[in-house]
């Protein structure tokens, strides 16, 4: 990055240096005489190597090289990847199809804990002038070791086993977006999960420290047809990296058990998050409530794999993934965060949350709370990784890196 | 006080300088002052460069590529002046200008023609989507819109910035506020867009429609739209804000060093051109009689006074660069309690002003959007220069260039144009008082010497209390100053040369003038003024804060 010194050090050198001329030269004179001699020495602009490399970058833009909207597709992580999986990237292919009206999507995805993901969509995104999605998608999700410490909050961190899950799962959808902040829609599906051997060798099998009554669907696995209805109002300002407006989802869904007629159940989830600004979008107070509850018929109980979990990065980050599980999950995160360059926001967190089996267990008097402070590297549109150190809970200090935003 | 701890230093200065260039041969020439630098060779092999808005960022912010060296513009005539060039041409600098030249910009025309307009270009990334179309005359326009939350924001913008640059001597597009009716677009056979994903596609019909989406809409279905008119001659790229293109025969003054870049600095502060910066310029290759030569634009003044190009401004701009580690810091490192003081300043909301304020801003402490060499590297009198230039537009004229923004809101003409002449009177009072403000410097036969200050007439300085003036003898071939009687004081703006200088029969005269003023202590640097025989006495040589 130096060797741009010496041209402009003779160049200065050459419109400093003393002109011998004579005392009739004009000044017009001295300086095309300069320039004569320029003349002489000219070359084309050589970027550094350094100025290549963005050059480079600039024009060929890599990442759409690599995963363009249409055509064969790398990516970094997977579609539903799950917390916990580790490090993953996908691959596929994807296309517009019949004049942009549908769309393909071929995608499979690995992560280095063994997680394996294949999928196939066909959707229909743009009818009724893009305010109505039509799709139906079949999926193959391999999660060789979910974590499982037993159900409850007396749950205890010696108790961790792991378990495999695995679900080939078909379903179809209809999605109705009338105005830019508002979705609508349903879906009704099937899913057929296999719960396995764990595959972690560090922490024992699942069932062989639980039997069924302790884990509801543990010693076998109907089969499912599901329905559901779901609506979310968005007006955060920036999905991505949002510092005002709220975001606002609910889910209800209907798991019927084809095969057994034990492990019928609902399902309601609520996530609903609020985003106060200060100063101009500088300083943002962010909150989060996610509730998650399972009630299941006379006869009946909800199977331990599918039952809400507490802990993690995008929930009680105080605990492990997957530390606490129960039919009734409540979590409620609380972060100032604030801007110290466009680049990066630091965020002081807190968080709090509960299982239960009952509803009404879920007392706000009784949470387990978490707190502490991360770093949010970003864009103006998203934040693209984020370093949260957190403390406070049962299990010490946890460490989450990630790239992607949590709320 | 500190004057007098720099007199010394100066003195030293100035003279191991008089030493040094004492065998550099004649200070002035016959031609001198000359107002038009001669570019006379013949650039034609030029060849088209690109440069990378990421290095760009990254060089400037990071790296130390360009010379920072404290030292005078290199490209200014003998009287400290700017001459006609590529780069500049003076306009209101040097002769006044009515106020409808002034209003009319760069512009040779009426704007795009009615009838159907062609497109033969568009994308839709980057930070303002647009097309490219000829007109029903066949002219080529690049064609911006407004982002739908501020209608009228980024092209009343351009509109306004591109007239004043023009005015102050720099080439700018022609630029006019044009109406698109979608019904009259039209696409030319083989018209490739450029998608979300980067690919060039065959253009169809939605592509102008997703283009259009983005785009502030008036209620009969029409569009406001900034069309620039296309540049003669062949495109070259930007040009860099620090040294020289090694192709251009006629670049021999390294860009951080021309006055005209680096006085820039000021009435981009006083316009909110946060983007003042490479990738917002543009050179093109002209014949000028037998030789080819290259033009040097600034263009993209959409992200100015308080457009932010696809939003309002943001607040940082102007206060901060996008990368600076003091406040990062210490924002980080008092989790957030520490606010940085610009952004609790409050704007009034209009939509087609955007964010832009008066009571806040501080001329010294303005930036651009990241480090500019030029700007890094402008002195005093740089600075002088172009505070000078921007004295001589009229509280009117500015009103005259807001106008040509055709705002729809009376409120927006309004606070635009009270906004841009309190930050005016913040600029001059800055750099007007950063050195000493003497000019237009006459000696005439008699021995009589005149002058006027530059921030009184500007007012923005009270007259100075006194000046004292050292007159010399000059010889032109040696350099040197012979003193010539002792130092006079005086109170007003007219002195009399000592009467053994003017019978004395010397070629060259010099006279040293400092003003004195208690509330500016940079009066005191001194202007060197060098007036040569010619019938009477001509005005040769002027050094400020020398």
């Known amino acids: 990055m130096q060797l741009w ?66 055509g064969f597709f790398l990516a970094y992580g997977y579609t539903g990847k799950p917390v916990g999986s580790g490090t993953a990237v996908s691959g596929g292919w994807r296309h517009d199809l019949i004049g942009r009206k549908a769309r393909v999507v071929l995608e499979a995805g690995q992560s280095l804990r063994g997680y394996r993901m294949v999928r196939g969509d066909f959707f229909m995104p743009r009818l009724l002038d893009q305010r109505l999605e039509l799709g139906v998608e079949t999926s193959y999700r391999y999660h060789p070791q979910e974590d499982f410490y037993g159900l409850g909050f007396g749950s205890l961190e010696a108790d961790r086993t792991n378990f495999l899950y695995e679900a080939p799962e078909i379903q179809g959808r209809a999605m109705f977006k009338p105005v830019p902040w508002f979705n609508a829609g349903a879906r009704v599906g099937s899913i057929d999960v296999t719960v396995g051997r764990g595959k972690d060798t560090q922490f024992p099998d699942t069932a062989s420290r639980f039997n069924e009554a302790a884990a509801a669907g543990l010693s076998s696995q109907p089969r499912f047809l599901y329905n559901d209805l779901f609506a979310t109002f968005d007006t955060r300002d920036q999905p991505g990296n949002p510092r005002a407006g709220g975001y606002y989802g609910v889910l209800w869904r209907r798991y019927n058990d084809r095969d057994t007629d034990v492990y019928s159940f609902d399902r ?13 979008k500088k300083r943002v107070v962010a909150l989060r409530l996610q509730l998650n509850t399972t009630t299941a018929g006379d006869g009946n109980d909800v199977p331990f794999y599918f039952q809400p979990t507490l802990g993690g990065a995008d929930s009680l980050r105080g605990a492990a993934e997957f530390r606490y599980r129960d039919r009734n999950a409540l979590s409620l995160n609380v972060e100032y965060r604030w801007e110290a360059f466009s680049g990066l926001d630091m965020a002081l967190f807190s968080d709090f949350g509960s299982v239960a089996p009952r509803f009404s267990g879920l007392e706000f008097a009784d949470l387990e709370s978490a707190y502490g402070i991360g770093l949010r590297f970003n864009t103006y549109k998203a934040v693209f990784m984020r370093i949260d150190v957190a403390g406070g809970g049962r299990d010490g200090i946890r460490l989450y890196t990630k790239f992607s935003g949590n709320f | 006080m500190m004057m007098r701890t720099w007199y010394p230093a100066a003195a030293a200065l100035a003279l191991a300088s008089a030493v040094l260039t004492s065998a550099a041969g004649q200070k002035f020439y016959r031609d001198d002052p000359i107002w038009r630098d001669p570019e006379t060779q013949n650039a034609s092999a030029m060849k088209p460069l690109e440069i990378s808005k990421q290095f760009d960022f990254f060089e400037n912010s990071f790296l130390d590529n360009a010379d920072k060296t404290d030292r005078r513009a290199m490209n200014v005539n003998s009287i400290d002046e700017v001459p006609d060039s590529g780069w500049f041409t003076n306009r209101i600098g040097r002769e006044p200008w009515a106020i409808d030249r002034i209003a009319r910009g760069p512009d040779t025309g009426a704007g795009p023609a009615d009838g159907p307009w062609v497109v033969t270009s568009a994308k839709s990334e980057g930070v303002s989507p647009g097309f490219t179309i000829q007109d029903s005359k066949g002219d ?6 407004d982002p739908p939350s501020n209608p009228e924001m980024a092209s009343g913008a351009e509109i306004i910035t591109t007239k004043l640059f023009y005015a102050f001597g720099y080439h700018t597009l022609e630029n006019y506020i044009a109406t698109l009716r979608r019904d009259l677009l039209t696409i030319a056979p083989g018209t490739l867009f450029v998608e979300d994903d980067r690919r060039k596609r065959t253009m169809r019909q939605r592509h102008i429609d997703e283009v259009l989406k983005q785009a502030a809409r008036h209620p009969d279905g029409t569009y406001r739209v900034l069309a ?280 060259f005269v010099a006279v040293t003038i400092r003003a004195f003023h208690n509330d500016h202590p940079a009066w005191q640097h001194p202007v060197i003024a060098y007036f040569k025989r010619v019938d009477g006495w001509k005005l040769i040589g002027l050094e400020r804060n020398p």
């Open chain 1, 5 to 70: 010194r010496l041209p402009a050090t003779v160049l200065l050198a050459l419109v400093c240096a003393p002109l011998s001329v004579s005392a009739q030269e004009t000044r017009a004179e001295a300086i095309e005489r300069q320039r004569a001699e320029k003349a002489t020495q000219l070359k084309p602009y050589e970027p550094g190597r350094l100025e290549r490399f963005f050059q480079k970058i600039g024009e060929e833009n890599p990442l759409t090289r690599v995963s363009p909207v249409n």
């Open chain 1, 268 to 280: 309601i989830d609520a996530d609903l998050q609020q985003f106060l600004p200060i100063f101009d």
């Open chain 2, 140 to 145: 080529t326009y690049f064609v911006k819109f």
């Open chain 2, 228 to 507: 620039s008119k296309a540049l003669p001659g062949l495109a070259l790229g930007p040009f860099r804000y620090r040294g020289t293109r090694p192709d251009d025969p006629n670049d021999i003054y390294p860009h951080e060093h021309r006055r005209e870049l680096r006085g820039m600095a000021v009435f981009s502060g006083w316009l909110n051109h946060d983007e003042a910066r490479s990738t917002n310029s543009f050179d093109t290759l002209v014949r000028e009689g037998d030789r080819a030569v290259v033009k040097h634009y600034l263009l993209d003044f959409g992200s100015a006074l308080g457009s932010g190009s696809t939003k309002s401004q943001v607040p940082r701009a102007g206060n901060e660069f996008v990368w600076e580690a003091r406040p990062t810091l210490i924002t980080m490192l008092t989790l957030g309690f520490y606010v940085r003081p610009w952004i609790k300043v409050e704007y009034p909301v209009i939509p087609a002003v955007g964010r832009i304020e008066s009571t806040y801003f501080r001329p010294e402490n303005w930036k651009p959007d990241y480090p500019n060499p030029a700007f890094h590297n402008a002195r005093p009198e740089d600075r002088f220069w172009a505070a000078r230039i921007l004295s001589r537009l009229s509280d009117d004229a500015v009103k005259a260039a807001v106008s040509t923004a055709k705002y729809t809101d009376p409120k927006a003409s309004q606070y635009l144009g009270q906004t841009l002449l309190e930050r005016k009177s913040k600029v001059l009072l800055s750099w007007l008082n950063a050195t000493n403000p003497v000019v237009d410097l006459s000696l005439d036969a008699a021995g009589t010497l005149s002058f006027r200050n530059a921030a009184a007439d500007a007012g923005v300085a009270k007259a100075a209390e006194r000046y004292t003036l050292t007159w010399s003898r000059f010889d032109n071939m040696a350099r040197t100053h012979t003193a010539v009687g002792s130092e006079q004081a005086i109170t007003t703006t007219t002195a009399q040369a000592p009467v053994e200088l003017m019978s004395g029969g010397a070629e």
